[in-house]
């Protein structure tokens, strides 16, 4: 994972320079856009990680760039994906159940599955 330029202020991230976000699971595109605010991993220990990001925007718009709308479950697979691909096994299995039981935002409006 190349680092994500990003700053802390008040507790809350601030995102520097937008990111694109690839799914080859479905292969669509999500982008970040620069100054984006999270409060980083919500209900989890923070890490370093392009997975909440990622999953916080597909939550926040509950569609891919192209307008495709997603659901919980594939807003939750998307989180799954980028955490195994960054070698974190144990975080995307265990965030993967979290996020698709309590969150969701738009995503969750899409529907759960």
């Known amino acids: 994972m190349s680092a994500i330029n990003q700053t802390i202020e008040n507790g809350r ?18 982008t970040i856009p620069a100054g984006r605010v999270s409060d980083g991993a919500t209900g989890a220990l923070d890490i370093t990680t392009l997975a909440w990001w990622v999953h916080d925007e597909l939550c926040l718009k509950g569609a891919w760039d192209d307008g495709t ?18 070698g974190r096994n144990f975080q995307g299995m265990y965030w993967f159940w979290f996020t698709w039981a309590f969150g969701g935002g738009k995503a969750r409006e899409n529907g759960l599955w």
């Open 13 to 30: 991230y601030i995102l520097n320079e937008s990111i694109v976000y690839y799914s080859p699971r479905y292969r669509k595109t999500i």
């Open 69 to 86: 709308p997603i659901n919980n479950w594939q807003c939750s697979q998307v989180l799954q994906d980028v955490l195994k691909s960054e």
